[in-house]
């Protein structure tokens, strides 16, 4: 582990270069300080193909709070403060499950469910899995159309973020 105990903190870009005993670049990374809280975005984790539409195939999404560069931020709108909560909305299917990766939210005050519709975020990201519908006929398609919410209550703002999935029989 390298320590740089003489280096002062700053906004900016820290980029850390991995080089060989020839000094050719082998591996590279770069991490950038976040601004507030500006959106939500959400990506998701699946085959391209999409999803089989017999009622048992689900997708994983992500939410990352991220600031007007599309940086993502890693706490709240002020350092350990509130965090912001994300309601999920799902046509062509439904929630079977939330999670944000804070080992403790089952132990805090405000137990949030891994059954709800909504959860607060943890280090800036949540995570919500989605079930897709029973097509009617094998020879059907369809779409799931997930939508994410945030309201300035909560910490952070007002921010919406949706995306759909395709659903084949």
Same mark, same amino acid.
């Given at each position: 582990?390298?320590?740089?105990?003489?280096?002062?903190?700053?906004?900016?870009?820290?980029?850390?270069?991995?080089?060989?005993?020839?000094?050719?670049?082998?591996?590279?990374?770069?991490?950038?300080?976040?601004? *507030?809280? *500006?959106?939500?975005?959400?990506?998701?984790?699946?085959?391209?193909?999409?999803?089989?539409?017999?009622?048992?195939?689900?997708?994983?999404?992500?939410?990352?709070?991220?600031?007007?560069?599309?940086?993502?931020?890693?706490?709240?709108?002020?350092?350990?403060?509130?965090?912001?909560?994300?309601?999920?909305?799902?046509?062509?299917?439904?929630?079977?499950?939330?999670?944000?990766?804070?080992?403790?939210?089952?132990?805090?005050?405000?137990?949030?469910?891994? &059954?709800?519709?909504?959860?607060?975020?943890?280090?800036?990201?949540?995570?919500?899995?989605?079930?897709?519908?029973?097509? &009617?006929?094998?020879?059907?398609? *369809?779409?799931?159309?997930?939508?994410?919410?945030?309201?300035?209550?909560?910490?952070?703002?007002?921010?919406? *973020?949706?995306?759909?999935?395709?659903?084949?029989?």
């Amino acid at each position: 582990i390298a320590k740089f105990g003489n280096v002062t903190w700053e906004n900016g870009t820290l980029e850390a270069i991995c080089r060989d005993e020839h000094k050719v670049t082998v591996a590279s990374d770069k991490i950038q300080t976040a601004g *507030a809280p *500006a959106g939500i975005r959400l990506d998701v984790d699946y085959n391209n193909d999409g999803l089989r539409g017999d009622g048992t195939d689900v997708f994983l999404a992500r939410v990352t709070v991220v600031d007007a560069n599309g940086v993502m931020v890693p706490e709240g709108p002020v350092p350990h403060g509130p965090r912001p909560h994300v309601n999920f909305e799902v046509t062509g299917g439904s929630v079977y499950g939330v999670c944000n990766g804070d080992p403790t939210t089952k132990r805090k005050a405000w137990f949030e469910s891994d &059954k709800a519709s909504s959860r607060t975020t943890f280090n800036g990201l949540a995570r919500v899995i989605v079930l897709a519908n029973k097509l &009617k006929s094998p020879a059907d398609d *369809a779409v799931v159309k997930l939508t994410a919410t945030t309201d300035s209550s909560t910490g952070g703002g007002n921010f919406h *973020a949706e995306l759909t999935v395709k659903v084949h029989g």
